[in-house]
């Protein structure tokens, strides 16, 4: 009897991909330390189990587990839901989050995908049974035990407050730090801060202030380049002329930053340490910035955009490139300024473009065409000026269309001269955009209005689909389920 040897198959590799999360709530070395040896840990235990495939670590440094928009744990939940993991593992509840509704909703969802969160220390499995009911249980505790936590901590800073002691962190402050005694001092950005204060009390708008710091090749102590919010927060900060205001900021019940207007009890302490700038000259800049914003808010209207608000508004140009201003309302729809349309239209290698506020062009006295053009200092304080259009024509001309269309040939445009409006007969002519794209449109509505007839509004790319038709086409669009559906025929609906 024959017998005939079946070998077994080899079995498919089923091995379980698993990832684990790690995090600590503050940015302390210790603590940097106790994240690189968690990631460590599960790099080692899931790779030394065979039935195991390592998926990775997501971790979260330095941020408390009250939050739910953690870049690990985010990052963790969108290759879950890409189907990049079947199992997390992590050492507690709390380590995973805080917050019992993060726990819970989060957890729910990796369970829906088909996904188990393992939880060393309290020995809970997601997908079993009982799972959940013991981890809300935990998460609660959990959340209650941080809140209680969060409530100490700010019983502490209050007691401090109340005290008159101050807790500061001035060494994080451009122009400060911490000397070997404790005792926060200037250090060498100091003779800077001093510079931004004159300049504000001078009139410098804080636009200027920042260019003019950005010239000077300073940074802020983060190394990045000064911006007007950068600049703002400097000169309107009491630290600057020795003063400190405790509990300018709070956390919310949600645990978020906040500014303290009034929600909470604030204290001020004179003199508290070492002044950068006097008193005297602290309220002048204070002033100026003050007097600016009244003089900008006061001197720019907000309104319809027609020649009535504006009478000006078709009489402006950049100086630059020859294009007319466009109005931009900013701050919160309080302020409004004029910007090149030609830098809009295409771009800065175009032209650098000019934004002249409002207030400016109300206080010239002009009745034709105005070229308007800036000039900074060496300090870097912008003043604006105009060139009458008679002057400015003389040496200057409008720069062209960056983006030209090719040339109106048969060549170029093999439907040229034979393609019609479907409704109303008229020839389609060619319009270039500011983009450089064609688009035709109906002569009829174009030279009569839409009285004449409503039109039509071909783009260039529709119409090279008939290719070089022998015969004159009519065409027209329907919208057919919320879509353009182009067509043609050889006759029109109508002849005007």
Known sequence: ???????????????????????????????????????????????????????????DFGISGYKEDRPGFQRMMEDARAGKVDLIITKSIT??????????????????????????????????????????????????????????????????????????????????????????VPDENAPWVVKMFELAADGYSTAEIA?????????????????????????????????FIMQKHFSDENRRKVKNTGQVPA???HDDHQRIVSSKLWQKAQDAIAAKREYLAAG???????????????????????????????????????????????NSDYCTGINVPDSVIRSWDFDEDIYIEKSVDELGKTEFSYTKESTWKRTHKMKPNPKKAPALTIENYPYYGKVFCKKCGRR???????????????????RKKKDFCSGVRIPDEILRRIGTPEHNVYIGKEIIDGKEHYGYTSKPDQVK
């Not at 079995?11 to 994240?35: F, I």
């Not at 102590?221 to 000064?226: H, I, L, T, W, Y």
């Not at 009489?315 to 830098?343: D, P, T």
Request: a positive charge; aromatic letters at 12%; one cysteine or more.
């Open 211 to 243: 260019r003019f710091m950005n010239g000077q090749g300073v940074t802020t102590d983060a190394g990045a380049r000064f911006t007007e919010s950068t600049v703002i927060r400097i000169l309107e900060n009491v630290i600057y002329k020795g003063d």
């Open 267 to 269: 204290w001020y302490i």
């Open 300 to 346: 720019s209207v907000v309104g319809d955009l027609n020649e009535e608000t504006y009478p000006y508004m078709k009489n402006i140009f950049c100086a630059k490139c020859g294009h007319r201003l466009i109005r931009r309302i900013y701050s919160n729809g309080n302020r409004v300024c004029w910007c090149c349309s030609g830098k809009k239209r295409f």
């Open 1 to 59: 009897m024959n017998v005939q040897v079946i070998k077994p198959q080899k079995k498919n590799d089923l091995r379980l991909r698993v990832a684990a999360y790690a995090r600590v709530s503050t940015d302390h070395e210790e603590q940097a330390n106790s994240l690189d040896n968690q990631i460590s840990y599960y790099q080692d235990i899931i790779s030394a189990n065979p039935a195991y495939e390592f998926a990775g670590v997501y971790h």
């Open 428 to 446: 389609l002519t060619r319009k270039i955009n500011a983009n450089g794209s064609v688009t035709w449109v109906c002569s009829g509505k174009k």
């Open 95 to 184: 380590r995973f989050a805080r917050n019992t509704d993060t726990v819970l909703k989060a957890t729910r969802e990796l369970k829906d995908l088909g996904i188990g969160v393992f939880f060393e220390l309290q020995n809970i499995k997601t997908t079993t049974s009982e799972g959940e009911l013991l981890m809300s249980i935990y998460a609660a505790f959990g959340q209650a035990e941080s809140e209680s936590a969060s409530a100490s901590a700010k019983m502490v800073y209050r007691r401090k407050y109340e005290a008159g002691i101050p807790v500061q962190y001035l060494e994080r402050s451009f122009g400060y730090k911490k000397n070997e005694f404790g005792e926060y």
